[in-house]
């Protein structure tokens, strides 16, 4: 089925999908993998992904934690671990200030309950608030601090950028160690230390860590530093145990799950799986994740988008509240409050969405989308713009406006889509008040009066770019029939995830399926049904498939019609039982 995304005089055409094969794309490339070592299904998967060395194998088939790089390989490193060992000599109050989304988040609580455990007593922490103080490492909150009487600031997933924070920091006596993962400017903060594995001079190798990736490898450096000196003697931590946080920033933030990552995160999927942690354990409960085994798209998919609900909508509750409250009734009452929010947040989204399809419909640009509202709710721009850019399969602006005409945006690339919305904001500098963040995902700050100026800024940036076809090319590992889906070969696709940035979910096509019956779910979701495989009888009533948030004005298939579909293949768990169905992730008339 085509993404049709307006009929009406707007430059905003149709747009077409094209399916591209990974294993065609690879042809000879990749390791030969003699018959019989492993399972077939792995092979195809395995040469599709152009797997080229033996060393690179090893890390997809058997990811270990005692392989993991030594964290005094980071630069910075070493004076960051000897200054948090003098804090806990002097029993200094040390202040962790973290980034508000989840990866920063989860940073934050493996930071806190990490640095309790090796028995630092005197800990506190700070987030900035999304919506009412924004991204960043602010001065306000360094002076509030320093008054409380905190003498070192660790920052967590921020930082890198914020010159002015640092230099408060000096003036008012405080310490600053900045831990980050983002690409820095030109000019670093002028802070006791940074450990930054994308600063320069770093040769860790470690650069496709998140932001709590790199606070954990703090911890791990504060660990050994403490025992090396001989100041440990009571202590109760056990690094693995802070895995099911690491796991939760990792699949979240998207970065690559390649090198240590992919020994991080295998083991902190097993760890979030048995999690004794209240909040934890009742939100997997109540999303029906609870005493299965579970995959990098449980959490990314299911149970991190809850989580961010909460600080996007700010009603009080924070995800860090949840990540570390220990009484379970407490615990309980807050899963409540998390799937009320995020009931909230999908409506805000929705709403948005369509208003701003609405708002495009004589857009008379080609090349990138704008749109803003006094009607989208700040905290879900960035998730209507990551929507648009899909939609339009070009750049997207989203700004929510207040009532002062103040302009709060959020800027998205479509999915593999080569340039910077980072540059085109750049490029519109002169009307914004602040601009920032990385080259798929930017944030924007402008005056409403200054709307027709930063529209032809961006015209004249995207206008110097080459023209391409309304064209989206999805890729996929490589056509399956029915009869070669069967558990075993789920559990085989099992064993050699985790998937995620970098090593993407299998993605498979299936043709001439013959269409049973549709069924729309609550919130415009949709579960369709395929008659079973006339040979195999392989998935025995039939095959059962689920397609979330289909494209704007999607034309919905009739029963008997004949599909091809790409999609995944995932598990389902209904009743007690355990079945294999595909989620779609799109869908063509046969033969189209």
């Given amino acids: 089925m085509e993404t049709k995304v307006s009929e009406s005089s707007s430059t905003l055409k149709v747009i077409s999908r094209n399916w591209i094969s990974r294993e065609e794309s690879a042809l000879n490339e990749g390791l030969p993998f003699p018959d019989g070592e492993m399972p077939v299904l792995v092979k195809r998967l395995l040469r599709a992904r152009k797997m080229t060395s033996t060393d690179e194998l090893e890390q997809i088939l058997n990811p270990r934690l005692a392989q993991l790089h030594d964290p005094f390989s980071i630069l910075g490193m070493e004076k960051a671990a000897s200054r948090l060992a003098q804090s806990f000599q002097k029993n200094e109050l040390v202040c962790i200030y973290a980034d508000f989304d989840l990866d920063g988040t989860s940073g934050l609580a493996l930071l806190y309950e990490g640095l309790k455990a090796l028995g630092f007593q005197n800990l506190k922490y700070y987030q900035p608030k999304r919506l009412s103080e924004g991204y960043g490492f602010h001065p306000h909150a360094v002076e509030d601090l320093a008054q409380q009487g905190v003498k070192l600031i660790v920052t967590v997933d921020v930082g890198i950028t914020a010159i002015e924070a640092a230099e408060k920091a000096r003036s008012v006596n405080v310490d600053v160690i900045v831990t980050d993962h983002h ?10 230390a940074i450990v930054n594995p994308n600063q320069p001079g770093d040769v860790s190798g470690l650069g496709y860590l998140c932001g709590a990736g790199v606070a954990f490898y703090l911890l791990r450096a504060v660990q050994r530093k403490l025992m090396n000196e001989g100041m440990l003697k009571d202590s109760t931590l056990d690094l693995k145990s802070l895995l099911d946080f690491l796991s939760i920033a990792t699949l979240t933030d998207l970065v690559p799950l390649v090198g240590d990552n992919r020994s991080l995160v295998k083991s902190g999927l097993l760890q979030l799986e048995k999690t004794q942690r209240p909040g934890l354990r009742c939100l997997l409960r109540a999303l029906q994740l609870e005493g299965r085994p579970l995959t990098g798209q449980d959490v990314a998919i299911r149970f991190a988008p809850k989580l961010n609900a909460l600080s996007r909508l700010e009603n009080g509750l924070l995800p860090v509240d949840l990540f570390l409250v220990r009484d379970e009734h407490k615990a309980e009452e807050m899963v409540r409050s998390v799937l009320t929010s995020n009931e909230d947040r999908v409506s805000l989204q929705q709403n948005g969405e369509r ?69 085109a904001l750049k ?32 015209a004249e940036h995207f206008k110097v770019l080459q023209d391409r076809e309304l064209v989206i090319e999805q890729e996929f590992d490589f056509e399956l029939s029915q009869a070669e889906v069967t558990e075993k070969s789920m559990s085989n696709l099992d064993a050699i995830g985790p998937f995620g940035q970098g090593f993407s979910v299998p993605q498979f096509v299936f043709r001439g399926l013959k269409l049973k019956s549709t069924f729309e779910l609550r919130g415009g979701h949709l579960k369709l049904s395929f008659h079973k495989d006339s040979v195999t009888n392989n998935f025995g009533k039939g095959f059962e498939a689920l397609y979330f948030s289909p494209p704007t004005h999607f034309q919905h298939p009739q029963p008997g019609d004949l599909l091809d579909v790409l999609g995944e293949l995932q598990w389902n768990y209904f009743a007690g039982k355990k079945t294999v169905q595909l989620l779609i992730r799109d869908l063509k008339v046969h033969g189209a």
């Fill in 183 to 192: 690409q820095p400017a030109p000019t670093l903060p002028a802070a006791l």
């Fill in 355 to 423: 208003l701003a399809v609405e708002l495009l419909k004589d857009w008379p640009h080609d090349k990138f989308v704008f749109v803003a509202s006094p009607e989208f709710h700040r905290g879900v721009i960035g998730l209507i713009a990551t929507k648009l850019a899909t939609t339009f399969n070009r750049p997207a602006f989203v700004g929510s406006e207040n009532e002062e005409g103040l302009i709060v945006g959020s800027s998205r690339l479509p999915n593999g889509e080569e340039g910077s919305v980072l540059r």
């Fill in 427 to 458: 490029s519109a500098e002169p009307v914004l008040n602040r601009h920032g963040g990385h080259h798929s995902a930017a944030g924007f700050e402008l005056h409403a009066a200054n709307k027709t100026r930063f529209v032809e800024h961006l």
